[in-house]
Structures are given as C-alpha cells and as structure tokens.
C-alpha cells in the first residue's frame, strides 16, 4: 500500500529565508505526486504536480518541488517565503487503478517570523 | 475559490443521529471525491463517484454512504453518529476520474456531541 511521510510536523522561517519541505513517499509503481496548501479554515489548493517528464517541477506563489526517484522523495522549495505563505502544508501521491485516490502525508504547519 | 461547494459549512448533532453533506462539483467536472480529515487519522480518502457510479472506495465506514446524483453534485450520508466522527469533511471533484488535478471544496465542519 502506498504511504506518504512528512518527517517535519512544524517549521518555523523567518521572513525573507528560503524554505523547505520535505516528503517522502512509498509506492510501487509510478508515483503521481502533489504538493496541497491549506491555510486556516479553508480547503485545500493545489501548489504544484508531477506526474512525469522534468523532475523539477514549477508551481504557484513561488514554490517548486523536486522529484528525486532514487531517495524516493518530492521536496518543496521556496527561496523566499512571504507572510502569507503560514499555513499546512501536504504532500500526496496519487494511487489506485486510475491514479484516482489521494494518500496524504500528515502535513508540515509553517510559521513565518516577521 | 476551487468552484467546488460544500453544504452546510458547519454540522453540530448528538451521537446516534444523522447527517447529510452535500457537495456541487466545478462545472464540467464528472468525478467527485470525499475525504475526512481529523485530528488523530489526517486526511483520508473515503469513496469517489464518477458520472453517477462508484470509482473507488478507501477507509470508508459502513454506517457512511455517499452517491451522485444525475446532475452530478453528490452527498454523503452519516448515520449513527459517533463523537469519533467528528471532523472536516472534503469533497472534491476533478475532469474526469483519472490522473487529474483534484479541486478541494472548503469542507464542512460535523461536531458530533
């Protein structure tokens, strides 16, 4: 069965400082990978996919995320994080038949110093 | 704004009784998901409908149900509540039920007492 780990439950970044996220995940096939944003009392948004070709992956507000299939990883990546970016973070493969069930990992709480 | 609608935004009901979540997709979108986030299981994917018909199910619980309708919005059904139940509930929906972006609704917060 596929799993997905968030070895970091909380991180806290001075505003202004590079950030990032680590996960790493366990599937036997192809893995279809995704970074989640979810900030207080709102659903979740899509910051960026990888579902093949170019292991350097770009997605919204700045962010990137590295598939490394040798360390069985997909890391997030910010180089300067903005106050806005406080919130929890999910990392999720994409499994079943179709690809069509998300396992989620147990999120990473960011907290931004001013 | 995901597209997706999630009613009502806030469920409060004693155990043993209950509830229907409703769920309206993104406007074209045929596949709906559901997922439960809680504070000791995190986010778990409970069932997927695609186009009226059952896709795949996850940790879903017998005393839950879900389907979708023909104009393809979808509602989960909880019944013998139990306090453990309480949690945000997700829906989501994507194009089609495949390796597709899943768009998350902003969920429905069930307080079980």
């Known amino acids: 069965a596929q799993s997905v780990t968030q070895p970091d439950i909380h991180i806290t970044v001075s505003e202004g400082a590079s950030l990032e996220l680590r996960c790493n995940y366990s599937?036997?096939?192809?893995?279809?990978l995704f970074w989640y944003v979810q900030s207080p009392g709102q659903g979740l948004q899509l910051l960026l996919k990888y579902f093949s070709g170019d292991t350097l992956v770009q997605g919204i507000k700045g962010f990137e995320a590295e598939f490394k299939r040798s360390q069985s990883s997909f890391n997030l990546r910010k180089p300067s994080v903005h106050w806005s970016d406080a919130a929890e973070y999910f990392c999720?493969?994409?499994?079943?038949?179709?690809?069509?069930?998300?396992?989620f990992g147990g999120g990473t709480r960011v907290l931004v110093k001013p | 704004d995901s597209g997706v609608t999630q009613t009502p935004k806030h469920l409060i009901t004693a155990t043993g009784q209950r509830v229907t979540l409703r769920c309206s997709p993104r406007s074209g979108d045929l596949s709906v998901y559901w997922y439960q986030q809680s504070l000791d299981q995190g986010l778990q994917f409970l069932i997927q409908?695609?186009?009226?018909?059952?896709?795949a199910k996850g940790n879903i619980l017998e005393r839950f149900s879900a389907q979708q309708f023909p104009d393809l919005h979808s509602e989960l059904n909880l019944s013998s509540l139990e306090l453990g139940d309480s949690a945000l509930y997700f829906c989501?929906?994507?194009?089609?039920?495949?390796?597709?972006?899943?768009?998350f609704g902003p969920g429905t917060r069930l307080t079980v007492l």
């Open positions: 999720a493969v994409g499994a079943g038949a179709a690809g069509n069930k998300l396992t």
């Open positions: 989501a929906s994507s194009v089609t039920g495949g390796y597709n972006e899943q768009f």
């Open positions: 599937y036997g096939a192809t893995p279809y």
């Open positions: 409908y695609y186009n009226g018909e059952e896709r």
